[in-house]
């Protein structure tokens, strides 16, 4: 996984977004926290660490268009149980302050769906795969429902990388169900 360049607004040093997991360094400094919790960044006390955002530049400036962009950002499907809707915003955040586009399901809770709805959303869903460079599946604590397996499914023949939260169960259902 690609890690951040976090930059900081008082004196202007910039550092690579720190390696440990029990740090979330995006979606902290999005709000203006120190990604380091209670003790202050490297650079010093009262100073605070922000994500680079794709669209401005190391200089806080905005980009002026796309010959100014970098490359393409990536655009990343989420899929996974409407069950998971909570877990959904938060991954969605984190891809997207990493500078992914991000495209996810619009509709959790189909049981207020007609049939008719339902599938059309599934329908539509698998679009979404279509447009993405990778799929993210929300497998949280291993679960992957039957319209998440049949998403799975379709990205393997469409040879969609697939990435999943969970990687140890995901990788077992894989094995189990897509020989």
């Given at each position: 996984?690609k890690r951040a360049?976090?930059?900081?607004?008082?004196c202007?040093?910039?550092y690579?977004?720190?390696?440990s997991?029990?740090?979330?360094a995006?979606?902290?400094?999005a709000f203006g926290?120190?990604i380091?919790?209670?003790s202050?960044?490297?650079?010093?006390?009262?100073h605070r660490l922000?994500?680079?955002?794709p669209?401005?530049?190391?200089?806080?400036n905005?980009r002026?268009?796309?010959a100014?962009m970098p490359?393409s950002?990536?655009?990343?499907?989420?899929c996974?149980s409407?069950?998971f809707a909570?877990?959904?915003a938060r991954?969605?955040?984190e891809?997207?302050?990493?500078?992914?586009i991000?495209?996810?399901?619009?509709?959790f809770?189909?049981?207020?769906?007609?049939?008719?709805q339902a599938?059309?959303?599934?329908?539509l869903?698998?679009?979404?795969?279509?447009l993405?460079?990778?799929v993210?599946?929300l497998n949280i604590?291993g679960?992957i429902g039957?319209?998440?397996a049949?998403?799975?499914?379709?990205?393997?023949?469409a040879d969609?990388?697939i990435?999943?939260h969970?990687p140890?169960h995901g990788?077992a259902?894989?094995k189990?169900?897509c020989?």
């Open positions: 996984m360049r976090l930059n900081c607004r008082a202007k040093n910039s690579m977004e720190p390696d997991p029990l740090i979330c995006t979606v902290g400094s926290t120190s380091y919790g209670e202050p960044p490297p650079c010093g006390p009262g922000f994500a680079q955002h669209m401005r530049k190391p200089d806080g905005l002026s268009g796309p100014d490359t950002p990536a655009i990343v499907c989420l996974g409407g069950r909570t877990d959904f991954v969605a955040a891809q997207t302050l990493r500078g992914n991000v495209v996810a399901p619009g509709v809770g189909k049981q207020d769906l007609t049939p008719a599938q059309a959303l599934d329908d869903h698998l679009r979404k795969i279509d993405a460079t990778f993210l599946v604590d679960y039957q319209s998440t049949n998403e799975i499914r379709y990205a393997l023949a969609k990388p990435q999943f969970d140890e990788e259902w894989i189990e169900n020989k």
